[in-house]
């Protein structure tokens, strides 16, 4: 059990939600950034084993800690980074978040409101954001922007796969407290399509997470690197899309993913945002704000 790699579903960067360290980006920067995404592959396979108890995800997950922070050498996929991290003279401070989310998913399956969750996120899904635009070399400025962007793209990933966590992890992200203001139970989540209180809840946290896309919406628009700007376009169309969805249909019964021509399409929509400047004038003043 000393291996972590040898609890992997087999899941790659090709098959997220969204793109990782696409061919959009420069070569030079895909390298390190696929390297972290192995980091976070393993140690989110370990949290999400369901043949691993609690104690046994914290040891290995402890592993992928002590190797990323130096303490040892244990674990190759930690070790790998921390190689990257310090050719590159970076910090290992995003990879260790990420570990803080993992081993809270090993000892935490309820989050009390939207607040807790959000925390949640701040570990689980900014730290991503974060290390791409520390390799690209962009501003910490553009963190708030990029954590809701992140949060958003965390958020629809629970609201889609909702009914799967809870059969297979007995794992619950939708908030208690939108759950009994709805008059919903978790119990619902087994159901084969979700009640109208379910589907309350389901909407009301797709709305929030339109929320924080209007927040990310000039996030694009600040980035220096023109590949990157573009990839985060498309990024950000890409979950407006998602949460659309969302709304519309239940994803306990119904498909609420995107097929190879819906992100062409998106894509495309995305390059019009480029050369438009959509949020242009948000991000001008997100900088002045920041400056």
């Given at each position: 059990?000393?291996?972590?790699?040898?609890?992997?579903?087999?899941?790659?960067?090709?098959?997220?939600?969204?793109?990782?360290?696409?061919?959009?980006?420069?070569p030079?920067?895909?390298?390190?950034?696929?390297?972290?995404?192995?980091?976070?592959?393993?140690?989110?396979?370990?949290?999400?084993?369901?043949?691993?108890?609690?104690?046994?995800k914290?040891?290995?997950?402890?592993?992928?800690?002590?190797?990323?922070?130096?303490?040892?050498?244990?674990?190759?996929?930690?070790?790998?980074?921390?190689?990257?991290?310090?050719?590159?003279?970076?910090?290992?401070?995003h990879?260790?978040?990420?570990?803080?989310?993992?081993t809270?998913?090993?000892?935490?399956?309820?989050?009390?409101?939207?607040?807790?969750?959000?925390?949640?996120?701040?570990?689980?899904?900014?730290?991503v954001?974060?290390?791409?635009?520390?390799?690209?070399?962009?501003?910490?400025?553009?963190?708030?922007?990029n954590?809701?962007?992140?949060?958003?793209?965390?958020?629809?990933?629970?609201?889609?796969?909702?009914?799967?966590?809870?059969?297979?992890?007995?794992r619950?992200?939708?908030?208690?407290?939108?759950?009994?203001?709805?008059?919903?139970?978790?119990?619902?989540?087994?159901?084969?399509?979700?009640?109208?209180?379910?589907?309350?809840?389901?909407?009301?946290?797709?709305?929030?997470?339109?929320?924080?896309?209007?927040?990310?919406?000039?996030?694009?628009?600040?980035?220096?690197?023109?590949?990157?700007?573009?990839?985060?376009?498309?990024?950000?169309?890409?979950?407006?899309?998602?949460?659309?969805?969302?709304?519309?249909?239940?994803?306990?019964?119904?498909?609420?993913?995107?097929?190879?021509?819906?992100?062409?399409?998106?894509?495309?929509?995305?390059?019009?945002?480029?050369?438009?400047?959509?949020?242009r004038?948000?991000?001008?003043?997100?900088?002045?704000?920041?400056?």
């Amino acid at each position: 059990m000393s291996d972590a790699a040898a609890f992997q579903t087999g899941k790659g960067h090709k098959d997220e939600n969204f793109p990782v360290a696409s061919f959009i980006l420069k070569p030079e920067h895909r390298a390190p950034i696929l390297t972290f995404y192995r980091f976070a592959r393993v140690a989110d396979d370990v949290a999400d084993h369901a043949s691993l108890s609690p104690d046994e995800k914290l040891v290995l997950l402890e592993a992928m800690r002590a190797t990323l922070a130096g303490e040892r050498d244990e674990n190759p996929e930690a070790l790998a980074l921390r190689r990257v991290l310090d050719e590159r003279r970076l910090s290992p401070a995003h990879g260790l978040d990420l570990l803080r989310a993992f081993t809270q998913d090993a000892r935490q399956d309820r989050y009390a409101d939207w607040d807790e969750l959000m925390d949640y996120c701040r570990y689980s899904a900014s730290p991503v954001g974060r290390f791409v635009l520390d390799v690209h070399g962009e501003s910490p400025a553009l963190w708030p922007a990029n954590d809701a962007l992140c949060g958003a793209l965390q958020v629809i990933n629970h609201l889609q796969d909702c009914a799967k966590d809870y059969a297979d992890l007995g794992r619950v992200y939708l908030p208690e407290t939108e759950l009994a203001s709805a008059g919903a139970r978790v119990a619902m989540l087994a159901e084969p399509k979700a009640p109208p209180a379910l589907r309350d809840v389901i909407v009301t946290l797709a709305r929030r997470t339109e929320e924080l896309l209007d927040r990310s919406r000039p996030f694009a628009a600040g980035i220096r690197d023109g590949r990157l700007a573009y990839e985060v376009a498309l990024i950000q169309r890409l979950a407006e899309d998602l949460t659309r969805g969302l709304i519309q249909r239940d994803p306990l019964s119904q498909r609420v993913r995107h097929r190879p021509w819906d992100v062409a399409g998106l894509a495309l929509v995305a390059l019009v945002d480029r050369i438009t400047g959509r949020g242009r004038a948000e991000a001008a003043r997100l900088a002045r704000s920041a400056a």
